[in-house]
C-alpha cells in the first residue's frame, strides 16, 4: 500500500511528550509528538499487545504502558529484542488533515 490515508485532523495530534491513537487503513496506529517532531508506529507492542498509542514518551521512543517495552519511533525497533520491533510510518500534514503511509515492509530488518 503506498498512498497516504487521512487519520484525522491537526487539533487531534498529541501534544508535545505525548502519543495518540488513530485509526489508519482498517487498524490503528500509534501517533507521538517527540518535542514538536510527529512519528507514527503501529499500535501495538509485539510483547503482550500493549495499546502504544496509550503509552509515554520518553525521549525519541515510546514506551509501552503495559510492561514498559520501548520501541524507536523513528524506526519501530526495540533495541534489546530487534525480532520484537513495530512497523513505523510516514506521517504528513497538508494544512488540517493529517495523514500516514502505511507500508508491507518491517522497519527492522528479521535477519
Not at 23 to 49: F, K, S, Y
Not at 55 to 72: L, R, S, Y
Not at 74 to 94: I, R
Request: proline letters at 5%; a negative charge; one cysteine or more.
Amino acid at each position: 500500500m503506498n498512498d497516504f490515508v487521512r487519520i484525522g485532523s491537526a487539533n487531534e495530534l498529541p501534544a508535545q511528550g505525548e502519543a495518540r491513537e488513530f485509526e489508519c487503513g482498517g487498524h490503528t496506529i500509534c501517533v507521538a509528538n517527540m518535542n514538536g517532531t510527529l512519528a507514527a508506529v503501529d499500535n501495538i507492542c509485539p510483547h503482550r499487545g500493549g495499546p502504544l498509542g496509550q503509552g509515554i514518551v520518553e525521549g525519541a521512543k515510546i514506551v509501552c504502558p503495559w510492561h514498559g517495552w520501548e520501541f524507536d519511533l523513528a524506526t519501530g525497533n526495540n533495541e534489546f529484542t530487534p525480532n520484537l520491533s513495530v512497523l513505523s510510518y510516514e506521517l504528513k500534514v497538508e494544512g488540517e488533515a493529517v495523514y500516514a503511509r502505511l507500508r508491507e515492509v518491517r522497519a527492522a530488518s528479521q535477519d
